[in-house]
């Protein structure tokens, strides 16, 4: 009797009461390049030549506001310092804030031509005025590139002009987009990011309306970025939070404004509906309980390192299976953190092993306790813990 490997399933699809079918939903895209995560655990769910080298257009300009970004919160720039807009800056084409030449810009306004209004001018302003050129600061755009391990990226502007050495790839912006969502959430700096959600900024008397579709209607929408040229076609960074999810989509090489409205929007709705993230377990809640042998406790609750959550599609979350195992009775002494089994988590392409630790101490009995402690498991055996559903 002591000593048995024990194994229990404690949460299948059986005992959810769902009933759709398992049946995986088709993503399909017309964009030439895709790459798109659940914020939080990282998981990839869906990708398209992610790894493909491709141009950002003005896609690039989120590695421009990161560098500002960065130098906000390290200190060595505050958003009421204004920079002295260049002849360069103020005869750039494309896109524009309207800055004028020979006037002082704060950073505060220039972030927000450049987030909202795309502004080309705004970017290069920026660029000069933190760097001295905007070919300094595009060495400063990769060294954070590299660092932050985006490994088919060069920027060569500040702008996303086009250029011959210019490149990137979908996962690679996603990479810097959700770095960028990570280091400067709205709840520390609330002067930075949410500028992406805003929908329009006026500048030198002119009013533009902000160029993320995603912005206008789609719930939980709160940024980023779009970007085209003749070579790179329409793309779109996004991130639209439901329901505390937070999904980061990158998509390029669509063939128009409105394919990509309405693929963006398509896209993430979707998403939304095929992946959804659960929590089996809170932080130190108890996933089972051990019998203990010959302790000053007959049962250990055994707890997890961190909480379980998982981002699952329907058909995988039908399928999963976790199940707990050690080898019951647990000998005291025990002490809180001893790993005493295993919680595995079975899906249909992967099994994933979790350490399962004792969450209080139980001391040894004394010997004249041990024999009769003995004596009663031998003769009655130990109660059998509740099973747990989830």
Known sequence: MFGTFFIRVIAAAALTGMTWPAIAAEILTPAKQAYITDFESGKVLFAKDADLPMKPASMAKIMTVFVVFQRLADGSL????????????????????????GSRVSVNDLLHGVIVQSGNDAAIVLAEGIAGTEDAFAEEMNFWAQKLGMTQTNFR?????PD??????AKDLNILTTEMIKRFPADTYPDLYPIFAKREFTYNKITQPNRNPLVYGTAGADGLKTGHTEESGYGLVGSVVRNGQRVVMVLNGMDSMKQRSTESRRLMDLIFREYQSYEFFKQGQTVDQANVWLGTAPQVDLVLDAPL???LSRKDRQAMEISVQWLDPVPAPIRAGDQIGTLVISLPDEVTKLPLRAAQDVDALGLFNRIGAAVKYLIFGAATPQRIAQ
């Not at 011959?164 to 790839?169: A, F, G, I, K, N």
């Open 157 to 161: 502007n500040s702008t996303g002009w």
């Open 309 to 311: 959550k998982l981002v």
């Open 164 to 169: 011959p050495d210019l490149q990137t790839s």
């Open 78 to 101: 505050q958003l009421d310092d204004k920079f002295l807009v260049s002849e360069k800056a103020w005869r750039k084409g494309g896109s524009k804030t309207f800055v004028e030449v």
